[in-house]
């Protein structure tokens, strides 16, 4: 498939998913990281805060995944670049049909579409140079999931995560060996395609 029929794909997914999510989240202001962006905003803003939020036609291109994964030293895979690429959404959390399992989740806002995935590239950088690519949160924010960029095949990763209660005694320079972490990788999913389906298949 080429790079559009994969943002196509994607886009059905999350437009299928958003039909039957309950899109709603704090609202956020302008000069503001956090929250709604005023222009994702759905409706209005009740009492405690909270509004409904819509998807918007992506931001993200091609270029600035690339800046950023040059910046970082990886290249994630084929697939999610193009769910990066898709749309500008925020559902920041998902659940896995097949684990029964919450998963915070890469969203793309609108004001900061890469923000998030920075952010746990950021936190978890010590893994990459064991060739995990972290980019989201197993559980209740329990451990990073992680791209196992060293199994590769066809452009795509299996997917792993690892319990921070274990990474963190290792510190940051041990969990940038390699055989420090191979222990501590649990398998999730195959492949992105499999992930994906399973959060966003409706």
Not at 1 to 17: A, R
Not at 30 to 37: D, I, K, M, R
Not at 144 to 163: E, K, L, Y
Request: aromatic share 12%.
């Amino acid at each position: 498939m080429t790079l559009q029929d994969d943002i196509q794909y994607i886009q059905s997914l999350l437009n299928n998913f958003y039909s039957e999510y309950y899109a709603m989240g704090v609202a956020g202001e302008e000069t503001s990281a956090a929250g709604v962006p005023p222009e994702m905003q759905a409706g209005k803003i009740n009492d405690d805060g909270w509004v409904q939020w819509k998807i918007l036609p992506p931001r993200i291109t091609m270029d600035a995944i690339l800046e950023l994964e040059a910046s970082f030293k990886i290249v994630l895979p084929d697939l999610f670049r193009a769910y990066l690429m898709a749309a500008c959404q925020l559902f920041d959390q998902v659940h896995s049909q097949k684990y029964d399992q919450l998963i915070f989740m890469t969203d793309v806002p609108s004001n900061n579409p890469l923000g998030p995935l920075k952010g746990i590239l950021t936190g978890w950088q010590s893994l990459i140079g064991a060739g995990y690519i972290p980019f989201a949160q197993w559980g209740d924010g329990w451990g990073p999931m992680c791209f196992d960029n060293q199994q590769r095949s066809d452009g795509d990763c299996p997917i792993v995560w690892m319990d921070h209660e274990l990474l963190i005694p290792i510190g940051p320079e041990q969990c940038s060996e390699r055989n420090n972490l191979t222990p501590l990788a649990q398998p999730l999913y195959d492949n992105t395609r499999d992930f994906l389906e399973d959060v966003f298949a409706i």
